[in-house]
T-cell receptor, first 114, second 113 residues
Framework: DGGITQSPKYLFRKEGQNVTLSCEQN?????MYWYRQDPGQGLRLIYY???????QKGDIAEGYSVSREKKESFPLTVTSAQKNPTAFYLC?????????????FGSGTRLTVV | AQKVTQAQTEISVVEKEDVTLDCVYE???????LFWYKQPPSGELVFLIR??????QNEISGRYSWNFQKSTSSFNFTITASQVVDSAVYFC??????????FGTGTSLTVIP
């Protein structure tokens, strides 16, 4: 079945560490997105990519980095520069460069700083 | 600027009651799209409906119905005869011609058996 796979489901990070969240899709979608979800704040866009080897910053890109070397993959690295990384992270994709048909979402990764 | 407001943070209803989730949006675009997503406890957002700005026809899908009114910039979602499985966080979202999605802050619905 086609879909988006995010791993791991739960991730614990020590302060000062970089961690990478995986996002893989087999939907042949061109565009991929990373969102951060905090209680009561909805979803905030971190980065998005509309094509391989290209990506743009979203509203809260500071402390995060991404790569898009393959169409299927859009990993997110949470760097030590991100001061408050504890959150739920959602990856999404769409088959249109303009998301007028909606997104398909992964099941998320919950990151906790210990 | 584009904006989506879901004023109801949390709602609790007793099973079999009807419940309406409110969504008010702001945009200067004449072409835009509105969405509702459901986020169950598992975390994944599930697509429920998409509506474009030129189609104000209300839609019903089983126990779900949506009321789109451009005059009040609202896209409300009603669940009829609610069930425990409807318990989730529901997000309203707006997509414009600028390649961006704008999400509301979500409404957490709890259906009490």
């Amino acid at each position: 079945d086609g879909g988006i796979t995010q791993s791991p489901k739960y991730l614990f990070r020590k302060e000062g560490q970089n961690v990478t969240l995986s996002c893989e899709q087999n939907l042949n979608h061109d565009a991929m997105y990373w969102y951060r979800q905090d209680p009561g704040q909805g979803l905030r866009l971190i980065y998005y990519s509309q094509i391989v080897n290209d990506f743009q910053k979203g509203d809260i890109a500071e402390g995060y980095s991404v790569s898009r070397e393959k169409k299927e993959s859009f990993p997110l690295t949470v760097t030590s520069a991100q001061k408050n990384p504890t959150a739920f992270y959602l990856c999404a994709s769409s088959d249109d460069l303009s998301p007028t048909y909606g997104y398909t979402f992964g099941s998320g990764t919950r990151l906790t700083v210990v | 600027a584009q904006k989506v407001t879901q004023a109801q943070t949390e709602i609790s209803v007793v099973e079999k009651e009807d419940v309406t989730l409110d969504c008010v949006y702001e945009t200067r675009d004449t072409t835009y799209y509105l969405f509702w997503y459901k986020q169950p406890p598992s975390g994944e957002l599930v697509f429920l409906i998409r509506r474009n700005s030129f189609d104000e026809q209300n839609e019903i899908s089983g126990r779900y119905s949506w009321n789109f009114q451009k005059s009040t910039s609202s896209f409300n979602f009603t669940i009829t005869a609610s069930q425990v499985v409807d318990s989730a966080v529901y997000f309203c979202a707006l997509s414009d011609t600028g390649n961006q999605f704008y999400f509301g802050t979500g409404t957490s619905l709890t259906v009490i058996p």
